[in-house]
């Protein structure tokens, strides 16, 4: 696996572990997988602010 690629996934990994421990969504939740980079760092933000 290229090396941007393995970075990419590190990073989503993270944030899905960032938004599963603030309690936006269940470790089970499949959907929370399917998020892109982008989409999870919007989450994160919009649920960061409140």
Known sequence: MP???E???RERQ???RRLVEAGVYKP???GLKKL???E???VFNKH???
């Open 3 to 5: 090396y941007l690629r």
């Open 7 to 9: 970075a990419v996934e």
């Open 14 to 16: 993270q944030f899905i």
């Open 28 to 30: 089970c939740d499949e």
């Open 36 to 38: 892109t980079l982008s």
């Open 40 to 42: 999870l760092v919007y």
């Open 48 to 50: 960061k602010k409140n």
